[in-house]
């Protein structure tokens, strides 16, 4: 049968057989066995309902085996025979070009390339899910397959409801990930309604086909730490010989060692698992490892003294780093953590004083008393952050719970005022203030003919139209436009494609809206085939999460979802191809609400409306919304983009003087 046959046939109509696990897969983490006996039994009538009656006795026995030894039930039998990666858009079986380049983006997303698990469908954060089971992909392919220009397929947390009766101008398809009445929404209750089949975590880009591998992280993490080195180097002085302490080495932590090597600092990360370290190290990603603390005391002297860039991964715990280069007065002007706080009690993060493989056994067999000595840990961690911060170390929080979980552990992490944090979060300080405000974004874009040279030329095009805007750009946002013409002009040899030809670019409404229009200008000419246009969930307007996207709103909003959900039902009918909105996504679940979009660009003057009017609304949504914030960066950007969108009116907020609110008697 043909890749296109595969996908048309949907579920086989003969039971394929069943399929021995990949010896070489990287298999998601056993999930916890929540469910009684009478849920189990409703996961399995769950799981059956995708199959014909005569099929159930033998899956029935299969599927309770998957739900017994791994908590979830996965449906690999079902996983297509082709390969799952991203083909060029004609490859696709499909009645319209918009419902092809959803399937490619599926695809992308599973391409073991791409990837963390892929035999469970997860793309990467160890549960950011782009389906529950392989029978929803195979459902989805063949909706997708069967779509005309006027259905749209719903999607409910990978679940296919099916195509319905809607028009052109509608998104083709509208994707929610783990939306639950607010009080079911504790990390238990993913558990719980996952295993049953009901619900996903589709983390940001993951359940949202967005994911375009580690070159968004990147380019990510450059701006942060190169913005960070900003705040605390003099006018003129460079981040050579000067240490950024960090951890992680994982998904998206192991962006911080390559992100400080382009930022031209020396990068000491710590990581507890040697494997995470190694592989890392052999990708390229970590110069040198090195797994003994005397030895590292030594090699960062030698670092600092010779003014070296070079990025060093330490195995072993950050808290003993921290400790010993206190004691070693070693001076770390930069200092952060992304270890995996936002799941702290099963493996996000390791207690210092046992080794790796004990605190895993103590995971899985004493889990209370790995609570213990975790929080036991982040205390020390706070501790030792402290006395390097009473030296000068600017440290921030890197969007991982840490602060959070250390205040939660008793650590002292608390300002004054005994609300705030001590530190900022890097949205606080950095990619708030400095990029979110003005409306710079992680924008993205796949070419859809799979060509690299395609890739090129929307690069050489996307790098013309920043020139072109940053030469009438005002002072306040000059440097993010140089940041981002570097970015892109090195975008290539910094060989960063993993998967689909994607590029990940900072840009703000104007440079997102003109960048999309010489695209589809350029497809117009026949100079390229269509893009898909799109971003990362973590952005200006997409995501409400009080302790990262939002955490520099400071007028108490930052706990409501408005925004959010105004983005989505917004980017809907101002010409989406696609729209999602999830639960959880980065700092975990019940903890965030953010959504993207996909918008395929085509050559036609139907998307350049579309492109037009819809990135204008998704940026600025949440430039109006941080302006009512009273952010005085996203004060100046909506207020010059009212004068050049006359039909752009937003409430702006006054100023209340101090001395007012100070003297009343409250
Ligand atoms: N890079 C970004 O742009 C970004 C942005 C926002 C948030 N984050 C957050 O960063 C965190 C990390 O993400 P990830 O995908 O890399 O997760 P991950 O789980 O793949 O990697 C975390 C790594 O930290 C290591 N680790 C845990 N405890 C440690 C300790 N005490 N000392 C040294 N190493 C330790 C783990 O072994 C693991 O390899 C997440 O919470 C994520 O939400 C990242």
Redesign the pocket.
């Known amino acids: 049968m043909t890749f296109q046959d595969q996908i048309k046939q949907g579920i086989p109509s003969e039971l394929p057989p069943a399929k021995p696990y990949p010896a070489d897969a990287n298999r998601a983490p056993k999930r916890k066995d929540i469910l009684t006996k009478a849920e189990k039994q409703l996961a399995l009538r769950n799981a059956l309902r995708y199959f014909p009656k005569a099929w159930h006795s033998e899956l029935a026995a299969e599927f309770a085996q998957e739900l017994n030894d791994y908590g979830r039930i996965y449906m690999y039998r079902f996983k297509p025979d082709y390969e799952l990666k991203a083909r060029p858009i004609t490859a696709y079986p499909a009645n319209c070009q918009q419902a092809a380049a959803i399937m490619l983006m599926i695809d992308n997303n599973l391409d073991p390339a791409v990837a963390q698990h892929p035999q469970e469908l997860i793309t990467?954060?160890?549960n950011g899910a782009v389906f529950q089971n392989w029978a929803q992909y195979r459902l989805t392919m063949q909706y997708l397959s069967e779509m005309q220009s006027d259905q749209t397929l719903h999607m409910y947390s990978g679940h296919p409801m099916g195509l319905f009766p809607s028009s052109e101008e509608a998104p083709r398809v509208v994707v929610t990930n783990g939306m639950m009445i607010p009080n079911y929404s504790k990390p238990d209750d993913w558990e719980r309604f996952n295993a049953l089949g009901v619900t996903q975590y589709g983390q940001m880009t993951a359940g949202s086909y967005m994911y375009i591998g580690p070159q968004g992280?990147v380019h990510?993490?450059t701006i942060?730490v190169m913005n960070a080195f900003r705040k605390v180097l003099q006018k003129g002085e460079s981040a050579k010989g000067k240490i950024f302490l960090t951890?992680?080495?994982?998904?998206?932590?192991?962006?911080?060692p390559k992100a400080g090597n382009i930022a031209g600092c020396i990068t000491v990360c710590?990581?507890?698992?040697p494997k995470?370290a190694t592989k890392r190290h052999q990708q390229g990603w970590v110069d040198e490892l090195i797994d003994n603390m005397d030895a590292l005391i030594a090699r960062v002297k030698q670092a600092q003294a010779n003014e070296e860039v070079v990025s060093i991964a330490y195995i072993?715990?950050?808290?003993e780093v921290w400790e010993s280069f206190y004691q070693n007065d070693i001076f770390v002007h930069l200092g952060s953590d992304?270890?995996?706080?936002?799941?702290p009690w099963s493996?996000?993060?390791?207690?210092?004083g046992i080794s790796y493989d004990e605190a895993n056994r103590l995971i899985r067999e004493q889990p209370e008393l790995f609570k213990v000595k975790v929080q036991a840990?982040l205390k020390r961690?706070a501790d030792a952050v402290n006395k390097h911060t009473a030296t000068g170390t600017y440290f921030f929080d890197?969007?991982?719970?840490f602060l959070l979980e250390a205040s939660r552990a008793g650590g002292a992490v608390m300002a004054d005022n005994g609300i705030d944090f001590k530190y900022p979060s890097?949205v606080q300080d950095i990619l708030g203030p400095m990029c979110f405000d003005y409306g710079f974004g992680p924008f993205r874009w796949v070419c859809t003919s799979g060509k690299p040279e395609d890739l090129d030329k929307t690069d050489a095009i996307a790098a013309q139209v920043l020139e072109r805007i940053m030469a009438q750009a005002p002072e306040e946002i000059q440097q993010q436009m140089q940041d981002n013409i570097t970015w892109i002009k090195d975008a290539k040899q910094n060989k960063l494609v993993v998967g689909s030809q994607a590029r990940i670019l900072y840009a703000d409404a104007q440079g997102r809206m003109e960048i999309a229009a010489a695209f589809n200008a350029a497809i117009a000419r026949g100079e390229i085939g269509p893009v898909v246009l799109g971003r990362d969930h973590?952005d200006v307007s997409g995501t409400d999460s009080p302790f990262?996207e939002t955490s520099n709103i400071y007028d108490g909003s930052r706990f409501t979802a408005d925004m959010a959900i105004h983005n989505v039902i917004g980017d809907s009918f101002r010409g989406a191809t696609w729209v999602s909105i999830h639960n959880g996504g980065?700092?975990g679940w019940g903890e965030v609400i953010n959504g993207g979009f996909g918008l395929l660009l085509d050559g036609s003057a139907d998307a350049e409306r579309r492109l037009k009017s819809m990135l204008l609304f998704d940026v600025n949504n949440g430039i109006a919304r941080r302006s009512w914030a009273r952010n005085a960066e996203a004060d100046f950007a909506i207020k010059r983009e009212m004068a050049r969108t006359p039909k752009l009116k937003v409430t702006l907020a006054n100023r209340v003087d101090d001395e007012i609110i100070a003297g009343l008697a409250l």
């Open positions: 990467y954060g160890g992280i990510g993490t942060t951890a992680g080495l994982g998904g998206m932590s192991g962006a911080q710590a990581e507890v698992n995470a072993g715990n950050v808290v992304q270890t995996s706080l936002h799941n493996g996000g993060y390791y207690p210092v840990t961690h890197y969007g991982n719970a890097y973590h990262r980065g700092v």
